[in-house]
């Protein structure tokens, strides 16, 4: 699967396994994001295995679960933390991207405008217009 950009910074996709780290780490990642819960599908890797991965690479790895539909406020905020404060380009992963990016848009650390964070979604792939009341 191929990672979607979201912002010059930003890029999101579905889940990766640790034999995917190196790749990524050669399209210039420097933090990845796991927005995926272990167990959501028997045979997905579990975070702690894409952290060692990660880690052994020498990137960065911030792990915020989120259940589809449970984006909490403490889930926006260590969404927005982890992108704002990342020393390079960042890829968060779920379990299709779709809820990494709504939890991007709702976090907003770009201080992008609705309308524009809209497009950036749409323009991805992910029609997300129904999350407008949020932003």
Same mark, same amino acid.
Request: hydrophobic fraction near 40%; glycine fraction near 8%.
């Given at each position: 699967?191929?990672?979607?950009?979201?912002?010059?910074?930003?890029? &999101?996709? @579905?889940? #990766? =396994? !640790?034999?995917?780290? *190196? $790749?990524?780490?050669?399209?210039?990642?420097?933090?990845?994001?796991?927005?995926?819960?272990?167990?959501?599908?028997?045979?997905?890797?579990?975070?702690?295995?894409?952290?060692?991965?990660?880690?052994?690479?020498?990137?960065?790895?911030?792990?915020?679960?989120? &259940?589809? @539909?449970? #984006? =909490? !406020?403490?889930?926006? *905020? $260590?969404?927005?933390?982890?992108?704002?404060?990342?020393?390079?380009?960042?890829?968060?992963?779920?379990?299709?991207?779709?809820?990494?990016?709504?939890?991007?848009?709702?976090?907003?650390?770009?201080?992008?405008?609705?309308?524009?964070?809209?497009?950036?979604?749409?323009?991805?792939?992910?029609?997300?217009?129904?999350?407008?009341?949020?932003?």
């Amino acid at each position: 699967m191929e990672c979607k950009q979201l912002t010059e910074g930003l890029s &999101v996709r @579905g889940q #990766i =396994t !640790p034999a995917d780290i *190196e $790749a990524i780490k050669a399209q210039g990642f420097a933090r990845i994001i796991c927005n995926r819960p272990d167990g959501e599908k028997p045979d997905q890797p579990c975070a702690d295995d894409v952290r060692a991965a990660v880690e052994a690479a020498g990137l960065e790895f911030v792990h915020n679960p989120i &259940v589809p @539909g449970g #984006i =909490t !406020p403490e889930a926006v *905020e $260590a969404q927005r933390k982890a992108i704002a404060e990342a020393d390079g380009p960042v890829l968060a992963y779920c379990g299709s991207g779709q809820r990494a990016t709504a939890l991007w848009m709702v976090a907003n650390p770009h201080g992008l405008s609705a309308d524009d964070r809209i497009k950036c979604a749409t323009d991805a792939g992910y029609d997300l217009a129904m999350l407008r009341p949020r932003l």
